[in-house]
């Protein structure tokens, strides 16, 4: 069973601060990474992707990947109210084309 | 980017009927989709990978039978709930993945809201 775990949160920010958000997954052969941020009622939509250890930047948001310790993060730098959603950690693993998905951690940017 | 839709947006049907969901890549080609399902506050459960051109793979616990998915071109994968139950009510989204693309990236329908009665 290929697992990826999330703290569900609420993890709450003030408006500002960089908020950081966790997930660590089971299979050592996973290649890709993914967050995505699902608003309430909507689809998920990507963030970002990442398969090589280290960072990776775009914008106000930083991935992170360790793969040896088989975790992956995400900071939101200068958190706005508009990002309080859903974020879901996502692993693509071997030679499939599946992904699976965390359970999410919630985030809430306090104004 | 990328964009995927999803029709209907949202269905509302009697208890015993059938419903199709459409999903299309409008921007790409996609040879495969994958077929979720999400109910309140709990996480995407994956339904059904859908190939074009072959049969889908489902997920262990989900029904082949009732779920019918057919994937005819490398734009167009349909899900057919078939006698539709309430407890079939859910939000289901589909996603694509490019043909050709090396990491597995997949994109999100905006959704189909199904309500049993």
């Known amino acids: 069973q290929k697992e990826v775990e999330q703290n569900s949160g609420p993890l709450s920010v003030p408006e500002g601060a960089i908020a950081s958000l966790n997930c660590t997954y089971s299979d050592r052969g996973s290649q890709s990474f993914f967050w995505y941020r699902q608003y309430s009622g909507k689809s998920p939509e990507l963030i970002m992707f990442i398969y090589s250890n280290g960072d990776k930047e775009d914008g106000r948001f930083t991935a992170q990947l360790n793969k040896a310790s088989q975790y992956v993060s995400l900071l939101i730098r200068d958190s706005q109210p508009s990002d309080s959603a859903t974020y879901l950690c996502a692993v693509a693993y071997g030679g499939y084309q599946k992904v699976t998905f965390g359970t999410g951690t919630k985030l809430q940017v306090i104004p | 980017g990328a964009v995927v839709s999803q029709h209907p947006s949202w269905v509302i049907c009697k208890s015993g009927t059938s419903v199709k969901i459409e999903c299309r890549s409008l921007?790409?080609?996609?040879?495969?989709m994958f077929w979720y399902r999400q109910f309140p506050k709990q996480s995407l459960m994956l339904m059904a990978t859908s190939n074009e051109g072959s049969k889908a793979t489902y997920e262990q616990g989900v029904e082949k039978d009732k779920f019918l998915i057919n994937h005819a071109s490398l734009t167009l994968s349909t899900l057919t709930v078939t006698s539709a139950h309430p407890e079939d009510s859910s939000f289901y989204i589909c996603s694509a993945r490019e043909t050709g693309v090396p990491y597995n990236e997949q994109f999100f329908g905006p959704g189909t809201r199904l309500t049993v009665l």
């Open positions: 921007d790409f080609q996609a040879t495969t």
